[in-house]
């Protein structure tokens, strides 16, 4: 992150100036979102050491994971996702600011009685912990309509920063963790993020087994390696969306022949942001249509009434500059 001079204004400083005194619930919303990402700063040192964190557990009185155990995907927990779901949840719990529902990837949802819905990936592309390849935690706010209205990520890399939408602006924060700090770690402000606009060129992150991929998702692939878009697909949904909003481009996963994405934990959140910034993104396939096309709106709200069904929403997509997303749609 070298060569701009960054701003050294808080998370939580530069939400109360930009977002208007009228903002809706605006001191509740910023204390969750502020809590959120403090608790990311753990985490962080949790993966940057590679351990299993016995120190974490002890000290927040975490419960181990057992052996071999799996999710309610029925898929592997490896020790880091049960660990930062477990640290983000403490902390909203332990916060003050009150919370309609809380739901994870690794439990069931906690019901509150506030005003915000929140969902928490806490370890995207959890697989690439055990070879040092990117990750990052992916987190969705909704009001109590049901319908989202602040997403951020967080990357866990070389450095770690924090891609925040909200309220019509995406703006990028880093973690500041110079020795010279007189206090706690901290994200401070970067720079207000934009979508480079190609007219060629840009990267393709495609996911999935191709061998399953529909005539037309094929005939995506080939227009793209076509029009020179660079192979880029690391494994991470949240890296690779990290990597479209700095060179453009693409990020599909197609049913092959199975929906693999969640669609209020991962979709939901990235697009989001995507579509802040003048992207697009498109649900592709269901179980009756490999090629079924959708939008965000034509999925229901998520409500405290309905959110203990979000486990079972899935479904393959793609996501990115509005120009290739507009490229798929014509085919």
């Not at 592997?76 to 809380?102: C, R, V």
């Not at 055990?130 to 989202?148: D, H």
């Not at 049913?255 to 003048?278: D, H, N, V």
Request: hydrophobic share 35%; net charge negative; glycine share 8%.
């Amino acid at each position: 992150m070298t060569g701009k001079k960054v701003e050294n204004v808080k998370l939580s400083r530069w939400l109360e100036k930009n977002l208007p005194h009228y903002y809706p619930n605006k001191g509740a919303l910023i204390e969750i979102i502020d809590i959120i990402a403090e608790a990311t700063i753990p985490i962080r040192g949790l993966l940057e050491r590679g351990i299993t964190s016995r120190e974490l557990e002890e000290r927040m009185n975490i419960e181990s994971p057992r052996a071999n155990s799996k999710n309610i995907y029925d898929e592997l927990q490896i020790h880091e996702d049960i660990l930062t779901h477990s640290i983000i949840l403490k902390a909203l719990q332990e916060g003050e600011a009150s919370y309609l529902f809380i739901a994870s990837e690794e439990a069931e949802p906690v019901i509150g009685n506030g005003k915000f819905g929140i969902t928490i990936d806490p370890v995207d592309g959890s697989s690439n912990v055990a070879v040092n390849r990117t990750v990052g935690t992916i987190i969705g706010i909704y009001n109590e309509e049901g319908y989202i209205i602040c997403s951020f990520y967080v990357l866990y890399g070389i450095f770690t920063n924090l891609i925040l939408a909200i309220n019509g602006i995406v703006a990028e924060f880093v973690l500041d963790t110079s020795p010279y700090s007189m206090t706690f770690y901290h994200y401070i402000f970067y720079e207000l993020k934009s979508l480079p606009n190609n007219e060629r060129g840009g990267i393709r992150c495609l996911g999935g087994d191709a061998t399953n991929w529909s005539k037309k998702c094929k005939s995506f692939e080939q227009r793209l390696i076509e029009d020179r878009i660079k192979d880029r697909y690391s494994g991470s949904f949240v890296g690779d969306m990290h990597a479209i909003l700095h060179y453009g481009g693409v990020y599909t996963y197609f049913s092959c022949p199975k929906p693999k994405i969640r669609i209020y934990y991962e979709w939901f959140p990235l697009a989001f942001i995507m579509k802040t910034l003048g992207g697009e993104f498109l649900a592709i396939g269901d179980k009756d249509d490999v090629d079924k096309i959708r939008t965000l709106n034509d999925f229901s709200p998520l409500t405290q009434q309905n959110v203990k069904n979000i486990h079972a929403a899935e479904c393959g997509g793609l996501i990115g500059s509005k120009k290739l997303v507009d490229l798929f749609h014509s085919l």
